[in-house]
Structure formats: C-alpha cells, structure tokens
C-alpha cells in the first residue's frame, strides 16, 4: 500500500476527466489517477454533509447558517495552500489509473482517504489530511469540475436546501 504525502490536480479537456497526481516530486513513488465525472461529482455532493458532520464549528452554528460557516471555513483554507502551477509538466509520460473508489473517513481531527483501482478489494494507497487539507482536496475538485463545465454550481457549500423553513 502506497503512502500519498502530496496531492496535485491536473485538468485535461481533451480526456474530459482530472488527473490525481500522488506524490508529484517529493521523491515518493509516484501514482496517477483520473478522476471521473461521476465519482467527482458523487464526492462533491456528499462534501457538504461531511463538512457538517466533521467540523466542530459548522456543527455548532444553526442550521440556516451552516452553508456559510463551511463556506467560511472553506475560504479560508484555500489562503493557506501553496499553489505550484508548472504549465510545463508534461503528464503524458506517466500511466494513470481509473480511481475506482475513494473512501473518506474521519478519526481524531484527521481525513484519511483509501483510494481503490480496478477490481482489487484492498487498498491501493491512502493519504491522511488535515480538516484544512481536506478542504483544499474538495477545491480542486470542485474547480476541475468548473473547469470541464461539468455543471456543478459556482458554491460548494449549499446547506440551505436542508434547513426547515421557518415563519417570522
């Protein structure tokens, strides 16, 4: 099983999917992985409700006022990233996998994503991320899929559809 210390994303129109770069060039070994529409956007759809139930502070607010809080959240983790855009990188020379599953838990204020290709049942490699790290992964995806024009909203975090309404 294959540790994955860095993430990166690269967006390629012409294969219509994201490109999952594990462990670019930190000096582990290196593993691709196209990410598909449909797995994207089944993650995507389910960021909002893990958001809701991993954050403490999301958690805490009332529910008319969740989607704003994990917005906040969100935004703010995206200015503590550090963004490399090397448009020279050549992706072609490295095979990349079809991620079949991408499995999220939450343990102790940590993320760990199990990542799953072909028809293996075991684990093919893992990573472990911060509450911060999580939400840049759910950026990129999320921006990939607006880049691709793959209909995703412009808001990642729309919690509102699920608060009861309430009279005034």
Known sequence: MINIVSLSFHFDPVEDRIRLIGNLD???ERVDFWLTRRLVLKLL???PR???QTSETVSQVPLEHQAA???FEHDKAQQTQTVRQDV???????????????DISFLQGNYRLGFFVGDQDEMFGFSMLTHQEMHQILFWMHN?????DWGVAASLFDLNDQAPSRLQ
């Not at 072609?92 to 991620?99: G, K, R, S, V, W």
């Open 26 to 28: 930190n000096g582990q």
């Open 50 to 52: 893990l958001v809701q």
């Open 144 to 148: 990939g899929c607006l880049q691709l």
């Open 69 to 71: 809080m994990a917005q």
């Open 88 to 102: 020279r990188l050549i992706h072609t020379d490295y095979h990349a996998t079809i991620l079949r599953r991408l």
């Open 45 to 47: 759809e389910a960021a």
